[in-house]
Nanobody, 128 residues
């Protein structure tokens, strides 16, 4: 049984930082690209960032580039999203997702329908 469990979401003031974590079980973690998506109220789920199985390749949405950093610890089956300089528009439920993917071209897997497994989400609220 595959499980992705996110944590770290909370309320924070604009300009602040948060670090999200997602721990996976039931998959060969290092063979899976891991991504973060988010969904704000009334909006569609959108791509945030993705990292290759090795951790050497990453990709970011333009809206978060330079502020967010994705990383992973394959020994702990965990992917992270460090979020700095948070803005009100970053408020959303953040989802972790996984797909079996061996290529370094993670820019090709931005679409949510590429992903096989999803977590339950963690709420991030940014207030001014």
């Amino acid at each position: 049984q595959v499980q992705l469990v996110e944590s770290g979401g909370e309320s924070v003031q604009a300009g602040g930082s948060l670090k999200l974590s997602c721990t996976a079980s039931g998959i060969a973690f290092s063979s899976h690209a891991m991504a973060w998506f988010r969904q704000a109220p009334g909006k569609e789920r959108e791509f945030v960032s993705v990292i290759s199985g090795s951790g050497r390749s990453t990709d970011y949405a333009d809206s978060v580039k330079g502020r967010f950093t994705i990383s992973r610890d394959n020994a702990k089956n965990t992917v992270f999203l460090q979020m700095n300089s948070l803005k009100r528009e970053d408020t959303a439920v953040y989802y972790c997702a996984a797909v079996l993917y061996m290529s370094s071209r993670v820019d090709r897997i931005r679409a949510s329908d590429k992903y096989s497994f999803w977590g339950q989400g963690t709420q991030v609220t940014v207030s001014s």
